[in-house]
């Protein structure tokens, strides 16, 4: 038996009818020693020159991830040994069929590496998932693209895996819609992300589960940032998904938002059900946010966030540094907004944040956009006390580190109750809460509720030397022009009413009772 599976292996090669491709032409031996059970196989780096026998058995394993890929069936485990001493990560990513399980093995307190340095090679992401798919204890290592990603895939589960660097070739996914008409054109690839855009993704939730995400210091000792968000989801078309992320820590952000330690983004009409629990974010680089929700277009965003720590980095970064960042969007550009008059966002978000800590941004603890038209009706953000039932005991403070003030929160156009929170004093031990109706209440300059006040936006201004705070603010203050044309009277509705935009009402923020003492 032995023999004729040598021989046919042998032929197969040589004939080369796809079934396996090794270096050299490598002998693959189905595992006969384990013959009652053939759905696990082992791969491993090769260091030995003269080891040609390729079996998929712990003692004689796969040497390469494609041959893992090739050889195995759906529902099998493929697991990865240690590489050799001194040896290099096992290179070329790998494509998962359904209900596989890809994990990694210990020996010696040395974890299982993999990587894809390969951009040509499926597309320098190291791991792609299959529906129920599982991927655990793994070392990946500065992958070109995605360290793990997945496209229509429900019932996965990301578990336990260490993940240092990440999209190290700095290559795009998508599209971002809203983002495209302030510069940014794609998003980055993700180093975990899921792209939702059919409805395959219905039947049961994803699970990405105790990660550890993180940039990477080089030989040289300098230090590397994330080449894209550590974790990101983007749906699109008339999809419906649910995504459960815990115990997930993400440090040493890249730049920009697009960078952020979570990104959520959705377009057109897909739902997304969202739990994000006991994740750190922390140690961003210039204007990359903790986490970042965008609800674009019809789509919306459910969910909530609970025992969520942002901690801002520990040199300045930039005021785009926010702890947590919430965005909806309906289409145009801020000075040419496609809304008709009287309409209202169909993007919604309805969000709990409590039992949380946002501290030591650069920029707003927490920011608040409802963009280029109206606000949205149905979008709730419930950071205490709201209607939808959130128990609040969230920490802010130390934010707004490069701001004039240690400003917590900023809201353009939108509701929000943040009952229930302690806010902690400024660097200088000034108390931010003031007492109002005998409650303590969030004292009006740790705020900034859009239009805010000419105070406020001048500070802003002056101070920092960046215009944008101030400049979203603006716009939906006084009537603007949606672009320079001549003459300056387009500028009163009275008169050219569809090249002039309408200030919407100012936004409600309701932070009391603040808690006098830290939950």
């Not at 090669?13 to 059970?37: A, F, I, K, N, P």
């Not at 899921?194 to 589960?209: A, G, P, V, Y």
């Not at 969520?308 to 965005?327: C, F, I, Q, R």
Request: glycine content about 10%; charged content about 15%; some cysteine.
């Amino acid at each position: 038996m032995v023999y004729k599976t040598l021989f046919h292996q042998v032929i197969t090669c040589l004939l080369s009818l796809g079934m396996l491709v090794t270096s050299g032409c490598h002998t693959v031996l189905q595992d006969t020693d384990d013959s009652d059970d053939t759905s696990i196989w082992y791969v491993q780096q090769n260091q030995l020159s003269n080891q040609k026998i390729e079996a998929g058995t712990r003692a004689q394993p796969f040497h390469s991830l494609e041959t893992a890929e090739q050889i195995s069936k759906p529902g099998d485990t493929i697991r990865i040994l240690p590489s050799p001493v001194n040896s290099n990560p096992l290179d070329g990513g790998i494509i998962l069929k359904e209900g596989q399980i890809l994990e990694g093995l210990s020996e010696n307190n040395r974890r299982a590496q993999i990587t894809n340095t390969q951009v040509n090679h499926h597309e320098g992401d190291a791991v792609t998932l299959a529906n129920n798919s599982i991927v655990r204890n793994l070392h990946i290592v500065q992958s070109a693209g995605h360290a793990i990603v997945g496209r229509n895939v429900h019932g996965i589960a990301v578990e336990n895996n260490w993940i240092q660097g990440g999209n190290r070739s700095d290559l795009t996914s998508v599209t971002t819609g809203a983002t495209a008409s302030l510069g940014v054109l794609e998003f980055p690839k993700g180093i975990i992300s899921l792209f939702h855009s059919s409805n395959d993704s219905l039947d049961s939730e994803n699970r990405i589960i105790n990660n550890t995400i993180s940039g990477t210091a080089s030989n040289n000792a300098q230090f590397l940032r994330l080449n894209g968000p550590g974790i990101s989801i983007h749906t699109r078309g008339p999809t419906e998904s649910t995504l459960y992320a815990s115990n997930n820590k993400i440090s040493d952000l890249g730049a920009g938002f697009q960078r952020s330690g979570m990104l959520i983004d959705t377009q057109d009409n897909s739902q997304l059900s969202l739990t994000i629990e006991d994740t750190t974010v922390s140690n961003a680089f210039s204007s990359s946010d903790g986490i970042i929700l965008i609800a674009q277009n019809d789509s919306s965003i459910s969910g909530a966030i609970r025992r969520y720590h942002y901690k801002g980095s520990s040199s300045p970064s930039g005021v785009g540094n926010n702890g947590l960042e919430v965005v909806t969007y309906s289409g145009g550009n801020w000075l040419k907004p496609v809304m008709e008059e009287g309409d209202w966002h169909s993007a919604n978000t309805r969000l709990i944040l409590e039992h949380s800590t946002i501290e030591g941004a650069d920029g707003f603890g927490i920011a608040f956009f409802n963009l280029f038209g109206k606000p949205s009706k149905k979008t709730v953000l419930d950071f205490g006390a709201g209607e939808l039932g959130g128990g609040g005991s969230n920490r802010i403070f130390n934010n707004g580190k490069l701001l004039p003030y240690e400003m917590d929160a900023y809201l353009v156009h939108q509701d929000i109750n943040m009952s229930n929170n302690w806010w902690g004093t400024t660097q200088t031990g000034e108390s931010k809460t003031k007492i109002l109706n005998d409650e303590a209440v969030l004292k009006e300059k740790f705020v900034l509720v859009c239009p805010g006040t000419p105070t406020q936006i001048e500070k802003l201004t002056e101070h920092t030397g960046v215009a944008a705070w101030s400049t979203f603010c603006q716009a939906f203050t006084d009537n603007v022009c949606r672009n320079d044309s001549t003459p300056v009277s387009c500028c009163d509705p009275n008169t050219d009413p569809n090249r002039c935009l309408e200030s919407a009402n100012d936004s409600s923020f309701l932070s009391s009772p603040a808690l006098p003492i830290s939950p």
